[in-house]
């Protein structure tokens, strides 16, 4: 076999890291973010154990914001954070989604204060996607889940 015209696929040239290597990656991923599935059902679980943080500013809190959420914008978390937020709790940081630094930004200023912190992948755009509610001036409203990017048939993809 001429070996002249074996191709390897885009996906493969560079190869998968080593089992062990992408073990402590993926659990690494694992250990700073959380997606907005796991984080509802945390949070209508009634004892979530960390606090929601919406870190961005007042014009996009105002336009909506996930319910019981803490409103504190990342340029505002150094001066803050010690007033509104228990060290021994951690914290989940959102902004308004995949496309957006601001929730990792605010990760990292927690995080350099000390707190344990994870950002939400996703940010409030996933959360609207999927279908779970959202407080704005007129109320909590809630749409349908986009079929396209969130299951129609419960509350996660079960993975």
């Known amino acids: 076999m001429d070996m002249s015209t074996i191709t390897v696929s885009s996906v493969l040239q560079t190869p998968p890291a080593p089992p062990a290597e992408a073990a402590a990656h993926f659990a690494a991923r694992l250990a700073f973010q959380a997606d907005v599935s796991d984080v509802r059902a945390s949070l209508t679980s009634g004892d979530p154990g960390f606090?929601?943080?919406?870190?961005?500013?007042?014009?996009?809190?105002?336009?909506?914001?996930?319910?019981?959420?803490?409103?504190?914008?990342?340029?505002?978390?150094a001066a803050k954070a010690a007033d509104l937020l228990d060290p021994s709790v951690p914290v989940v940081t959102y902004c308004w989604g995949?496309?957006?630094?601001?929730?990792?930004?605010?990760?990292?200023?927690?995080?350099?204060?000390?707190?344990?912190?994870?950002?939400?992948?996703?940010?409030?755009?996933?959360?609207?996607?999927?279908?779970?509610?959202?407080?704005?001036?007129?109320?909590?409203?809630?749409?349908?889940?986009?079929?396209?990017?969130?299951?129609l048939d419960g509350p996660s993809c079960a993975c």
């Open 98 to 151: 995949p496309g957006c630094d601001g929730a990792t930004r605010a990760a990292l200023a927690l995080a350099l204060l000390g707190y344990r912190v994870k950002e939400m992948i996703g940010g409030i755009e996933y959360w609207i996607r999927e279908g779970f509610p959202v407080e704005t001036a007129e109320g909590v409203r809630q749409t349908p889940a986009d079929p396209l990017t969130a299951p």
């Open 51 to 77: 606090v929601l943080l919406d870190s961005r500013g007042l014009p996009a809190w105002d336009q909506a914001h996930i319910p019981d959420a803490l409103h504190l914008p990342t340029g505002e978390i």
